[in-house]
Nanobody
Framework: VQLVESGGGLVQSGGSLRLSCAASGVTFSQYDLSWYRQAPGKERELVAAIARVGGATNYVESVKGRFTISRDNAKETVYLQMSRLKPDDTAVYYC????????WGQGIQVTVSS
């Protein structure tokens, strides 16, 4: 099983980025998917999640209205569209797949400059 994240980088405050996480080696559609982030000196936190059935989503309060999680089962990819980015969004972002087991991506840096 492999999860490969892409799309991170450096962006100015107010800008946008779209993270992608491409999976291989699993039946992608059967997994619940989520994005986490970990800022320096802080614990890893759940940012957004999308269910395998029905596609229900949920978000941490601090990103509601700015971030959108989506999935493309045909492409075996989960996305995190991030808009109106703030310096507080600076972190390493990780994707996660879970059902009976969980799998994590390697993480990708997002840096928002003020």
């Amino acid at each position: 099983v492999q999860l490969v994240e892409s799309g991170g980088g450096l962006v100015q405050s107010g800008g946008s980025l779209r993270l992608s996480c491409a999976a291989s080696g699993v039946t992608f559609s059967q997994y619940d998917l989520s994005w986490y982030r970990q800022a320096p000196g802080k614990e890893r936190e759940l940012v957004a999640a999308i269910a395998r059935v029905g596609g229900a989503t949920n978000y941490v309060e601090s990103v509601k209205g700015r971030f959108t999680i989506s999935r493309d089962n045909a492409k075996e990819t989960v996305y995190l569209q991030m808009s109106r980015l703030k310096p507080d969004d600076t972190a390493v972002y990780y994707c996660k797949m879970v059902r009976y087991r969980e799998y994590w991506g390697q993480g990708i840096q997002v840096t928002v400059s003020s």
